[in-house]
């Protein structure tokens, strides 16, 4: 049952009533107001495959580019290390509204004409990069949510990427859920040492409106099982009582199926911004 406990509150983490505000909608330099992932896949039939190659490649492109992108809040470039595809890796990006990725866009085209200026080279270049990557790619759009933990250490992370699923209740509530998730937050993920980064977001556009995803940051995966440990010694302390913890489970059934993936990656230190 303490694992169960477990898994039932860090994923009340997700939940938002669908007439919730997440955030308001302005331009702000603080507040990231949508986040971008894109899934892409690694081209299996490319002979001359070199990872050190790629990694310098996108490291050009994105002090060209990205790294320059006043319209980019924050950016990573994650691979697979235990996820149902081999081939796949997550391009994420963080914009401070949504006129912001139109003008991302934009800005991204000048940045590359400035960063390559001969015609040739610039084509030489992209069409090198391009065929590292599969033609088929997926992207996804979300909304970040209140109670995170920013990441602040540096170096390579191992990232724990959650994704469970709504139900949405009629006598649900914001205020409900917002009070449970902000205790649980402060009073586990927070206290955590092992969890250097706890991003919680929500559907925004993409293909399943019910899909709500925690990122854990940890710094190596022998931390990721201690995290789980160090996770459920907090609750146990906080929730001390057999009532307490059937109150909060009761509310996690209330407002998720109980499904859930599990996907882990690896962070790409030099490409985030």
């Known amino acids: 049952m303490k694992k169960v406990y477990l898994f039932l ?69 994650y691979l697979h290390r235990f996820t149902p595809d081999n081939r796949e890796l997550l391009s994420v990006t963080v914009y401070p509204s949504w006129e912001a990725i139109d003008k991302s866009g934009s800005r991204n085209g000048e940045l590359v004409r400035e960063g390559w200026p001969d015609e040739q080279a610039r084509k030489a270049f992209f069409e090198d990069r391009n065929s590292y990557y599969s033609d088929f790619h997926s992207d996804e759009i979300y909304a970040p949510m ?69 990122a854990f940051y940890v710094d190596s995966m022998d931390d990721l099982d201690k995290m789980f440990e160090k996770n459920n010694e907090l609750f146990m302390a906080k929730w001390n009582t057999d009532e307490l913890r059937e109150e909060m489970q009761a509310m996690a059934t209330k407002y998720f199926t109980g499904v859930h993936g599990d996907y882990i990656y690896t962070m790409v230190p030099e490409l985030r911004k």
């Open 146 to 214: 209140d109670n995170v933990k920013p990441l602040t250490s540096p170096g390579e992370k191992i990232l724990l990427v959650r994704r469970s699923h709504l139900k949405f209740p009629q006598d649900g509530s914001y205020d409900e859920f917002n009070k449970a998730h902000t205790d649980y937050v402060n009073n586990v993920f927070k206290k955590n040492d092992l969890v250097k980064g706890y991003y919680p977001v929500m559907h925004a556009w993409g293909a399943d409106r019910r899909e709500m995803v925690e």
């Open 9 to 77: 509150i860090s994923c009340c983490g997700l939940m938002l009533m669908p007439d919730m505000q997440l955030y308001a909608q302005e331009e702000s330099a603080q507040k990231p107001a949508y986040i971008t992932v894109t899934t892409l896949h690694w081209n299996m039939d490319k002979e001359d495959f070199d990872m050190d190659k790629w990694k310098a490649m996108e490291k050009e492109y994105f002090d060209k580019v990205t790294a320059k992108n006043e319209h980019i809040m924050a950016s990573g470039v």
